[in-house]
């Protein structure tokens, strides 16, 4: 009797190590809280989860794939939002033709295909002119003057000045960051890491609204 409990023992302490919850984040470590914050897309009842990123930017052409599985787990009080980060040079030609391809309905589509394109296929160029983001996101049924003319309209000016005012405000300076609430900066090191945390502060957020009922 005493052997087999030892055994069934030794069998299960693994299973309640991998149980264990995963440790709280810890401010200054994995995340920092935000002074004077903002969320990009406010809707009521829902946790914003933004992602500042970059199509040139090759840490985030990595992230994109886990990214992705995370969203397809969220449930419904979680809002996931990609903002384009507005640096300058090269980040502002793509940022813009993200903003252009959100406002016309193609940016779900398209997104996961500009990082192929860039970083996979070099189809895209790092610095592309209009014309050459107009030929692309002709594939996805956008004819290239109306993309073009959206690219340089007044709904992607405005989107990029408020993209320029949400990374400011949060405090972003490389990408991918990934901003929870308008309230939380991730920090923690590694994209597996960021997305545990994230998960943990949304969490966090829900308990909050919660307890405001």
């Known amino acids: ?36 914050g903002v969320v990009f897309e406010p809707v009521a009842g829902r946790i914003e989860v933004a ?32 903002v384009p980060a507005p640096f300058g040079g090269y980040w502002t030609a793509f940022a813009r033709a993200y903003f252009a391809a959100k406002t016309l309905g193609v940016a779900d589509r398209s997104h996961e295909a500009v990082f ?54 949060n405090g972003v300076e490389g990408t991918p960051t990934m901003i929870v609430a308008g309230k939380y900066r991730v920090t923690a090191p590694t994209h597996a890491e960021v997305l545990r945390v994230v998960d943990q502060l949304v969490a966090r957020e829900r308990a909050a609204a919660k307890s405001r009922r």
């Open 116 to 169: 192929r394109a860039v970083h996979e296929d070099g189809t895209l160029p790092r610095n592309p002119t209009d014309d050459e983001l107009a030929a692309f996101y002709a594939q996805f049924g956008v004819p290239a003057a109306r993309f073009v003319a959206t690219l340089n309209g007044p709904a992607v000016e405005a989107a990029m000045q408020h993209a320029g005012v949400f990374v400011q405000r």
């Open 1 to 36: 009797m005493t052997f087999r409990l030892s055994l069934l023992l030794a069998l299960l302490l693994p299973v309640s190590v991998l149980a264990a919850p995963p440790a709280a984040p810890v401010e200054g470590t994995d995340y920092e809280v935000i002074a004077d």
């Open 51 to 82: 992602e500042v990123f970059g199509y040139t930017c090759p840490h985030c052409a990595h992230f994109e794939p886990e990214v992705q599985a995370w969203k397809a787990k969220q449930p419904k009080d979680v809002k996931f939002t990609p």
